[in-house]
Each structure stands twice: as C-alpha cells, then as structure tokens.
Nanobody, 120 residues
Framework: QVQVVESGGGLVQAGGSLRLSCGVS????????MEWYRQVPGKQRELVAN???????RYGDSVKGRFTISRDNAKNTVYLQMDSLKPEDTAKYYC??????????????WGQGTQVSVSS
C-alpha cells in the first residue's frame, strides 16, 4: 500500500504565495520522481513541475520563474513554492509519485489533490 498526501492549498490574493507539500509513504523502495499537476474543470490536467534524481527539475511554461519545486529525500516529500500567484493559477493541484515498489518494478501513484484559489 502506497499513500500520496498533499497539503498546503488555500485561498490567496493575486501576487501572494503558497507552499504545497506532498509526502509519499508505504511499501516503496525508493522515489524515482515526484511531480505536480493541476487541473481546472473541463480542461486536461497539466504538468506544473517535476523533480527527479539528482534534483533535476522541469517546469511548465506558465509557471517558470514563479514556482520552485524541491524535495527532502529523507522524508520522501516534495514541495512546491508558488510565488507571484495569478488568478489563472487557480486549480486543483495533484501530486504524482513515481516509485520503485520492488527491485526493477516501478509504479505511479496520485494524491487526492489540494485546491488553490487565487483572487484578483
């Protein structure tokens, strides 16, 4: 059993900041990569940022320069620092963990999501 749990969403004014956290726990050997996605009703889920071994990061074009992804390997936790928030950042944010569940076998798990709302 593997659990992915996000926290840190909420309501903030435009220009403000929020920090999301996501932890993965359970029967895993190691974390390969952790990713943040977001989705608004009626639209496809889009990649916000990801981080993988060696702290290699990638960001969606709409958040580059404003969001920062980082992780604490000891805690199997990833963070998303969101600065200079805009109303168009309003969405439900989901964490995805790509992990090794046994030697040579990987699997991916989604969290339940956390709502971020940015008022103008």
């Amino acid at each position: 059993q593997v659990q992915v749990v996000e926290s840190g969403g909420g309501l903030v004014q435009a220009g403000g900041s929020l920090r999301l956290s996501c932890g993965v726990s359970g029967s895993i050997l190691s974390v390969i990569a952790m990713e943040w996605y977001r989705q608004v009703p009626g639209k496809q889920r889009e990649l916000v940022a990801n981080i993988r071994s060696g702290d290699i990061t990638r960001y969606g074009d709409s958040v580059k320069g404003r969001f920062t992804i980082s992780r604490d390997n000891a805690k199997n936790t990833v963070y998303l620092q969101m600065d200079s928030l805009k109303p168009e950042d309003t969405a439900k944010y989901y964490c995805y963990a790509d992990v090794f569940v046994r030697v040579g076998q990987s699997s991916g798990y989604w969290g339940q999501g956390t709502q971020v709302s940015v008022s103008s």
